[in-house]
């Protein structure tokens, strides 16, 4: 058991746009308040690399890391942060090729 920002069996990826919002919303209340987005490193494992990679990509944070990450159906980088994918070549719970879904969305996009 670990935490969840939405339910993932099966996945509901309207909560998963909702969670994304809810952490946008941090993190431009911390750029207003206490620490400058262009110096924050955005970090996630699995679920919340998801999140980092969907949220990191949305602001002009400083960096953006994915360990073993995925993205969402709907995801659109629009933002040119620096990437850091990680990702083990025996995970079983998210397949590697979903980091190389990530990096090939990236170079396509050119970000």
């Given at each position: 058991?670990?935490?969840?920002?939405?339910?993932?069996?099966?996945?509901?990826?309207?909560?998963?746009?909702?969670?994304?919002?809810?952490?946008?919303?941090?993190?431009?209340?911390?750029?207003?308040?206490?620490?400058?987005?262009?110096?924050?490193?955005?970090?996630?494992?699995?679920?919340?690399?998801?999140?980092?990679?969907?949220?990191?990509?949305?602001?002009?944070?400083?960096?953006?890391?994915?360990?073993?990450?995925?993205?969402?159906?709907?995801?659109?980088?629009?933002k040119n942060n620096p990437?850091?994918?990680?990702?083990?070549?025996?995970?079983?719970?998210?397949?590697?090729?979903?980091?190389?879904?990530?990096?090939?969305r990236l170079e396509k996009?050119?970000?």
């Open positions: 058991m670990g935490r969840q920002w939405y339910s993932l069996f099966p996945p509901d990826w309207n909560e998963a746009e909702i969670a994304v919002d809810k952490l946008l919303d941090t993190l431009n209340a911390f750029d207003k308040t206490k620490i400058s987005l262009k110096k924050t490193v955005l970090l996630g494992f699995s679920q919340g690399g998801a999140m980092a990679i969907d949220a990191g990509l949305s602001l002009d944070l400083g960096l953006v890391i994915s360990c073993s990450g995925y993205s969402h159906p709907k995801w659109d980088p629009i990437v850091l994918l990680s990702h083990g070549l025996q995970d079983d719970v998210v397949p590697v090729n979903a980091s190389r879904e990530i990096l090939k996009k050119q970000i």
